[in-house]
């Protein structure tokens, strides 16, 4: 016991003798809680900052937070936990994240981190011999700018799997590859026209090379087989483990299907979603269809701090690495090519219109400046010409009905390059930019190419966009970044890959402090599902989802983060996860 909490908890004892006269007394004062944690560092990642030593849960809910002293006079528990100094935060809440696609990734040929063309394809052909002829072989995760920046072929995947179809995912999701064989069963061939904001990519002769950019990989991706429900559920259950081994409490759900809220429904029946999921529908999809949804899931009463349908999820481009993020003007080293945006500006902003008069929240895919500008402007078209639909949001959710809502905190997922002036448009809009740190890292090494000095300053604009006062919820994208969230504050703090490049951080001006980067992987996280006044943050009310950490993220030298880990991961008041470490 530290010396400090020593002499309050002798005076508590002594001011509690003197008033009660007895122990028994004393004792029979205590409240009885379900959960004790005690000796602990706890950063409640309040407004101010506060910094505890106790908490008290009882049942789902979290029932004080103070010094030992107070919490141990005024509670026993039964169950007590020693935290031996250690921090605890809230639970990581990922704002962005593929649950059910991260969980399968698991399951797929894995090809993250490739460095080689001749790797990527070894990886495929430990596949092709452990299948059968004829069934498909499907991955993700390869990046060809790890590999000199060409392209792959068909015939690539073909000298490897002459007999299986293949289609793989670039690590964005945006860019498919794909074999002969695949390409013949979708009926792919040198007459097929690319669907509007997709690419086939051609060899010379006009034949498609394999390579199928954005809404193009659909036509493949329609005629592989669907997963099963079991392999669903394997799938989310491998997902759920992971993020329990993070210290991941809440997850914000990019359209993992209306159908998969079944499955989450199911495992919550069993006692085993250990998170609480916060679903975006998929944008697209007809309003009358995504009203039918949000209808039929409401009519379950499915209590909505473990799954609740909120955001609607759609594209606006596709990505910097695949040079398809819409652009205003090209990239400065691809001068003919400014991207693609997945649809016209008016098209966009009356589906935007559309469907924020039906009172969903709006969350847009958007990466390049031009797509971050389309969906500003949808979103101020929405806030000009509907005014009362934008700013007086009071909607029936679930048999409730959600008032004091100022603004419907429609959200820009990445806003990875914006233009300068654009920067204040989020804060005047209430738009919330919902961003993913490890994206920089991942990206720096070819991010100034394609932008040039100037743009490359308005990206990944974390600190910008706090100074302009802006939500700025934190993911990883997972599967295209991996779930581990200690990788993510590492990339908010330091700005550098994980082997330190460059000294000092790239464009470090853009860092965050330690404490921002947990906030907005907790408090901001639980704002942009409106849920901030349930979670976020270790206070007396709030549900009881913690993170005990094995090193003091606030005070070791940022490279170290990198070797934190969950010490234990608390969900609805009960420990989910206790990894084996040795007390210090
Ligand atoms: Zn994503």
């Not at 005076?11 to 003798?17: D, E, I, K, Q, S």
């Amino acid at each position: 016991m530290h010396l400090r909490s020593f002499l309050s908890t002798a005076l508590a004892l002594t001011l509690l003798f003197v008033s009660t006269g007895s122990r028994a007394t004393l004792y029979a004062q205590r409240r009885t809680v379900s959960l004790l944690l005690f000796n602990g560092k706890v950063f409640t990642s309040d407004a101010r900052g506060t910094v505890a030593e106790a908490v008290a849960i009882d049942g789902e809910r979290i029932v004080a937070v103070g010094t030992n002293a107070e919490i141990r006079a005024a509670y026993a528990g039964a169950r007590m936990i020693d935290l031996k100094g250690r921090l605890v935060t809230p639970g990581f809440n990922d704002a962005h994240i593929h649950f059910l696609g991260g969980g399968r990734s698991l399951l797929l040929v894995n090809l993250m981190g490739a460095r080689t063309l001749a790797e990527a394809k070894e990886r495929v052909a430990t596949r092709v011999r452990e299948v059968k002829p004829g069934a498909w072989i499907l991955g993700r995760g390869w990046d060809h700018t790890l590999w000199g920046g060409q392209w792959p072929t068909r015939a690539d995947l073909d000298a490897v799997a002459p007999r299986n179809p293949v289609f793989l995912q670039r690590v964005d999701g945006h860019v498919s590859w794909a074999n002969t064989a695949a390409l013949k069963l979708a009926g792919v061939t040198r007459e097929t026209k690319a669907p509007q904001g997709g690419e086939i990519l051609r060899d010379a002769g006009g034949e498609p090379t394999g390579i199928l950019k954005e809404t193009a990989g659909g036509l493949v991706g329609r005629v592989v087989p669907g997963m099963t429900r079991e392999e669903k559920l394997e799938a989310i259950n491998r997902a759920l483990a992971e993020a329990r081994r993070y210290g991941i409490t809440s997850v914000q759900d990019s359209i993992s299907g209306y159908d998969t809220l079944a499955l989450y429904r199911e495992l919550l029946t069993q006692g085993k979603l250990t998170v609480r999921v916060s679903e975006w529908l998929d944008f697209s999809q007809p309003v009358a269809e995504l009203k039918r949804q949000r209808e039929e899931f409401g009519a379950l009463k499915v209590d909505p701090l473990r799954i609740r349908i909120t955001a609607l999820k759609g594209y606006v481009d596709g990505t910097l690495g695949s040079r398809t993020s819409a652009m205003l003007a090209p990239f400065s080293d691809d001068p003919h090519n400014s991207g693609i945006p997945r649809m016209s500006p008016e098209q966009l902003t009356s589906m935007i219109v559309e469907r924020a008069q039906a009172g969903f929240q709006i969350t847009l895919h958007a990466i390049g400046d031009k797509a971050n500008r389309m969906a500003l402007d949808g979103y101020e078209t929405v806030k000009r010409d509907f005014p009362k639909s934008y700013w007086k949001s009071s909607f029936p959710y679930q048999g409730l009905t959600v008032l004091q809502i100022a603004s419907p905190r429609h959200r820009i997922e990445h806003a990875q390059v914006v233009a300068p002036s654009d920067f204040a448009r989020f804060r005047d809009l209430g738009v919330i930019a919902s961003m993913q740190p490890s994206h920089a890292i991942s990206d720096k090494r070819w991010a100034e190419d394609r932008l040039g000095e100037y743009r490359v300053q308005g990206a990944y604009a974390w600190h910008t966009m706090k100074a302009f006062g802006v939500h700025t919820p934190f993911g990883t994208d997972w599967p295209v970044e991996p779930i581990n969230p200690y990788l993510g504050l590492y990339a908010a703090v330091t700005r550098q890959s994980t082997e330190g490049d460059p000294a000092g951080g790239w464009w470090p001006q853009q860092r965050v402090t330690i404490v921002d980067a947990i906030r907005d992987y907790t408090s901001e996280g639980a704002y942009a599902s409106f849920e901030e006044h349930n979670k976020g943050q270790i206070a007396p009310g709030m549900l009881a989802d913690l993170c005990v950490h094995t090193r003091d993220l606030l005070t070791i030298k940022p490279e170290e983060i990198l070797q934190t880990e969950a010490a234990l991961t608390i969900f609805d008041g009960r420990v989910v996860y206790e990894r084996d470490v040795q007390n210090k």
